[in-house]
């Protein structure tokens, strides 16, 4: 069994505690680290959220976890976010259970350190599918499916290795700098649309 996330201990509200009550969040990456932390929040300003990512017993104990301290939903959903089928299929089955999403977080990202000279042809692919090429699949999918007739916003999970460069961050870097470039391209496409399209930049942890 995976080690237990944590949530966080003695919150305190900045916001209005039921900002969110009636919203649905879709958080990629989910289950674990910061977006484990970003869910947490949003489900206690009253949001109900929808968890995802490979590892099914990692999303299990993070939703119980998730509903236990918050008090609200969250329904955790096996995917690969390179693969459109089991995208088009968990969005579908989001929409069944909750009926509506109004938030989509693109946090789901792999990530290692190595120089650019020994990473392999598919090292350099790997990562560029999952947070790169993934961003654009889930956004697409949802996209279609809810946010073209609803409205919805988008936040695209990024760092600052891509901003100056950074060693052994070839991979990520060159993923991340995609990710803000195509932040701003569906911004510009989908906001008549009421959908907003942001990308948070978190710095090394
Ligand atoms: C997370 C960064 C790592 C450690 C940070 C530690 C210390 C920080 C110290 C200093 C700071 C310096 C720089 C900043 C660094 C990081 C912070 C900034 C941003 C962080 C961004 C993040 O995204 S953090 C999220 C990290 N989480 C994960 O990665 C979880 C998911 N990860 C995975 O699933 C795997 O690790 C995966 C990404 C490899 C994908 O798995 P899978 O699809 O199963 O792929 P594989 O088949 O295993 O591998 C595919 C090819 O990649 C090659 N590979 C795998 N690992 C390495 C490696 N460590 N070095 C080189 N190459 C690697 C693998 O060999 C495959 O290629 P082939 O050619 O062999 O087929
Ligand atoms: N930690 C840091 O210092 C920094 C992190 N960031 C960014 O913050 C976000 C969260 O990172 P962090 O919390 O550190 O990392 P974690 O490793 O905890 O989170 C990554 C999540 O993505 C999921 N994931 C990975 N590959 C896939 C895939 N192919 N399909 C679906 N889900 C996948 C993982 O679950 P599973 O393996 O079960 O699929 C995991 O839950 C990422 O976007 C990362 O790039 C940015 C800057 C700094």
Redesign the pocket.
Known sequence: MAIPERCIENYKYIFQKDLLRGKVAFVT?GA??ICFTIAEVLMRHGCDTVIVS?RQDKLKQSADLLMKATGRRCVPIQMDV?KPEQIIKAVDDALAQMGRIDILINGA??????PAA??????F???ME??AHGTFNVSKVVYEKYFKDHGGMIVNIT???QMRG????TH?GSA?AAIEAMTKHLALEWGPDRVRVMCVA?A??
Not at 166 to 169: M, N, W
């Open positions: 990456g674990s680290g490979r390179r990202a792999g990530n290692f350190l190595a020994s990473l392999s042809f598919n090292a692919k790997t990562v999952i947070d760092a600052t290795l950074t060693a052994l961050q990520a991340k978190w090394n942890r």
